[in-house]
């Protein structure tokens, strides 16, 4: 949405702590409104199946319709996008919010924190957002006076990768370098030598004072 669009009064008065006072019956409603359109009896919907608008019957206990024609039981999300939803109805909403006063767009990061969900819940129901959206999207022409934003998408053209430039950081066999250090002790005193050569002779030479001498550890890093 548009910064423009944020600061008009109709959006002050429905605000993310307006949406967090609702209750579970005047968002299920709200849904219904949204679906089917206002009417004086809250079950007058439209069966999903044979696409016949009545007075269906009210289940309570399921939160669903059953059509009086055709039997169906069906729920304000049948045949929508959020059909066999996982999720309340509120944290639907709340997404639903969050997703359309967004400046810039929502990452499911921030959706999966805001609704208190895992992560491939919250980029799945994005992913429904923006297909439901892509499919529905009105493509007819403007006409009157028209205003248009620009923007640059993609942009920048990265330069071909050439082999011969490339950096190999990967730890291999060729590139690792093991440095082997040689720990002499005598009398307690440890001795550091950096070849097999030096350790020889520091032993022999140690030996010659003490009898007390330990075996030579390798330490790699």
Request: aromatic share 10%.
């Amino acid at each position: 949405m548009l910064p423009q669009f944020q600061q008009l009064s109709m959006l002050r008065k429905f605000s993310l702590d307006e949406l967090a006072r609702l209750t579970d019956a005047e968002i299920l409603q709200l849904f219904r409104t949204a679906r089917w359109g206002k009417s004086d009896n809250p079950n007058e919907v439209v069966c999903p199946q044979c696409g016949k608008r009545h007075i269906a019957y009210w289940i309570r206990a399921r939160q669903q319709w059953q059509c009086k024609h055709c039997q169906r039981r069906f729920s304000v999300t049948s045949g929508t996008v959020f059909a066999n939803h996982k999720i309340s109805l509120r944290k639907i909403l709340i997404c639903l919010f969050e997703f359309a006063i967004a400046a810039k767009g929502i990452p499911a990061t921030r959706i999966a924190a805001i609704l208190g969900v895992q992560h491939k819940h919250a980029w799945a129901l994005l992913h429904k957002l923006r297909d439901t959206l892509n499919h529905n999207k009105d493509l007819s022409p403007l006409n009157g006076e028209v205003h248009i934003d620009g923007g640059y998408f993609n942009y920048y053209i990265r330069p071909k990768n050439f082999k011969h430039k490339r950096i190999d950081r990967r730890p291999s066999e060729t590139n690792v370098r093991i440095n082997l250090v040689y720990w002499c002790f005598a009398k307690s005193l440890p001795t550091i030598t950096k070849s097999k050569a030096q350790t020889a002779l520091s032993l022999h030479k140690l030996k010659k004072k003490t009898h007390k001498i330990c075996l030579p550890s390798l330490v790699y890093w």
